[in-house]
């Protein structure tokens, strides 16, 4: 079967740095997304990788190991506004987007 | 950037009603477009994937129905819930992939349905 997994939920301080892990496995792969959601609202994209490394965007950046099924979005510099839920997505060969739970992520002061 | 609209985004009415939920790709051509369900405080659940021309796929558990889909253009699936009653109330978000690329889906706004 198809899955993602993804922690609950996660905190961390704000200035501080976290990282927010996904495993995926999946039928064939083409690709993995990371998207914000904030309460309330629509889930926004942040990233996509498709080849193995790391990806960065500002303060956000995402990694990819397609041979361990493995991605993670790092946050730097936290801000208050970070505080959401954190969708981890992967793309199988039938370019249907699978799921992960998401990840709500707290930020203390 | 790529932008989808999804309108309206609020609604409120009484129990029986059908409502219709329209999704419109606004700078790309989409041939497939989605629709999720989200209940508060859960994840994203995926009802159906709309395809121009043809019928929906619905997920398993879905009632076609019930939860109507039309793809009559390349920018636009109109999710339309019959007969709503109070446990459809939810918030339904649509999304698009632009037919040009394996990119990101791109997602509208949602509609907070909110049945009487």
């Known amino acids: 079967g198809q899955n993602i997994d993804q922690p609950t939920e996660m905190t961390a301080t704000e200035g501080a740095i976290v990282q927010i892990n996904c495993t995926y496995q999946?039928?064939?792969?083409?690709?993995l997304f990371w998207y914000q959601q904030h309460a309330g609202e629509a889930p926004t994209f942040l990233s996509y990788?498709?080849l193995d490394g790391l990806e960065e965007k500002g303060r956000f950046s995402s990694f990819l190991s397609r041979s361990k099924g493995y991605s993670y979005l790092l946050l730097k510099e936290l801000q208050m506004k970070d505080s959401a839920s954190y969708l981890c997505?992967?793309?199988?060969?039938?370019?249907?987007?699978?799921w992960g739970a998401g990840t709500k992520l707290i930020i203390k002061p | 950037g790529a932008v989808v609209s999804q309108h309206p985004s609020w609604v409120i009415c009484k129990s029986g009603t059908s409502v219709k939920i329209e999704c419109r790709s606004l700078?790309?051509?989409?041939?497939?477009m989605f629709w999720y369900r989200q209940f508060p405080k859960q994840s994203l659940m995926l009802m159906a994937t709309?395809?121009?021309?043809?019928?929906?796929?619905?997920e398993q558990g879905v009632e076609k129905d019930k939860f109507l889909i039309n793809h009559a253009s390349l920018t636009l699936s109109t999710l339309t819930v019959t007969s709503a009653h109070p446990e459809d109330s939810s918030f339904y978000i649509c999304?698009?992939?632009?037919?040009?690329?394996?990119?990101?889906?791109?997602f509208g706004d949602g509609t907070r349905l909110s049945i009487l």
């Open positions: 999304s698009a992939r632009d037919d040009r690329g394996s990119g990101p889906q791109h």
């Open positions: 700078d790309f051509q989409a041939t497939t």
């Open positions: 709309s395809n121009e021309g043809s019928k929906a796929t619905y």
């Open positions: 999946t039928s064939g792969f083409n690709g």
């Open positions: 990788n498709v």
């Open positions: 997505a992967a793309l199988d060969s039938n370019y249907q987007l699978i």
